[in-house]
C-alpha cells in the first residue's frame, strides 16, 4: 500500500534555515501536504502543493517536490523558536478519499 | 468560528469499559475522519465517513465502532477498551472534492489500565 516516510528528528539554530524531507511511494499522488503540530494541538495545514507543481514557495516557506524520485521537502527559512514543533508530511490521490501521513519530523530549535 | 471540536480532551480508562469520543465540526464538511497517533508512528487512520449515512473502515479499524449521527457530528466507540487503544485521538473533516485538506481538532487523550 501507499507508504510516506520521513526522518524523525531534526534539529536547527535559530536563524538558520530548516529543510524537513518526506519521500512517499504513491506513483499516483495528486496532492502533497505539509501540516504542523504544536504541542497538545492538533494538526495545522502549512502548505500543500499539486503534482503538477515542483515549488511552491509562502513568505518564509517552500516547497520543493521531485515527482521523478517521489521526494517532498519542506524549507523554513530565518527558523525560530516557534516553529518548535512536528511537522507531517501527507498525500492523497484522485482514487482515495483519504490522507496518509508521515510518521512526522520533531524540529526543535536551539540559541 | 469553532471549527472541529473533540471531547472529552482526557480519559482514564480500565481494561474492558466502554466510551465514546464525540467529534463535532461546523464548517458543513462533507467528509470526516478518526485518527490516532502513536509515538513514531505518525497518524493512523481508524474510520472515515465520505458523507452523511456512509462509514468505511481505514487502516486499524479493530476494536473500534463509529456513527455518522448527522453531516455535523461523527462519534468513535470503544466497547472494550485494551491497553493498547491508550493513544492521542483526532478527528478530522473536509470539503467538497478530493484534494481538500484536513481540519483537525484538538485530540483526545485517551489512557487504558
Known amino acids: 500500500g501507499e507508504d510516506v516516510e520521513q526522518s524523525l528528528f531534526l534539529s536547527v539554530r535559530e536563524g538558520d534555515s530548516s529543510v524537513i524531507n518526506c519521500t512517499y511511494t504513491d506513483s499516483s499522488s495528486t496532492y502533497l501536504y505539509w501540516y504542523k503540530q504544536e504541542p497538545g494541538a492538533g494538526l495545522q495545514l502549512l502548505t500543500y502543493?499539486?503534482?503538477?507543481?515542483d515549488m511552491k514557495q509562502d513568505q518564509r516557506l517552500t516547497v520543493l517536490l521531485n515527482k521523478k524520485d517521489k521526494h517532498l521537502s519542506l524549507r523554513i527559512a530565518d527558523t525560530q523558536t516557534g516553529d518548535s514543533a512536528i511537522y507531517f508530511c501527507?498525500?492523497?490521490?484522485?482514487?482515495?478519499?483519504?490522507?496518509?501521513f508521515g510518521s512526522g519530523t520533531r524540529l526543535s530549535i536551539r540559541p | 468560528n469553532a471549527g472541529v471540536t473533540q471531547t472529552p480532551k482526557f480519559q482514564v480508562l480500565k481494561t474492558g469499559q466502554s466510551m465514546t469520543l464525540q467529534c463535532a465540526q461546523d464548517m458543513n464538511h462533507n467528509s470526516m475522519y478518526w485518527y490516532r497517533q502513536d509515538p513514531g508512528m505518525g497518524l493512523r487512520l481508524i474510520y472515515y465517513s465520505a458523507s452523511e449515512g456512509t462509514t468505511d473502515k481505514g487502516e486499524v479499524p479493530n476494536g473500534y465502532n463509529v456513527s455518522r449521527l448527522n453531516k455535523r457530528e461523527f462519534s468513535l466507540r470503544l466497547e472494550s477498551a485494551a491497553p493498547s487503544q491508550t493513544s492521542v485521538y483526532f478527528c478530522a473533516s473536509s470539503g467538497q472534492g478530493y484534494g481538500s485538506p484536513l481540519h483537525f481538532g484538538n485530540g483526545t487523550r485517551l489512557t487504558v489500565t
Open positions: 501527507a498525500e492523497s490521490n484522485s482514487s482515495a478519499s483519504k490522507i496518509i
Open positions: 502543493i499539486f503534482s503538477n507543481m
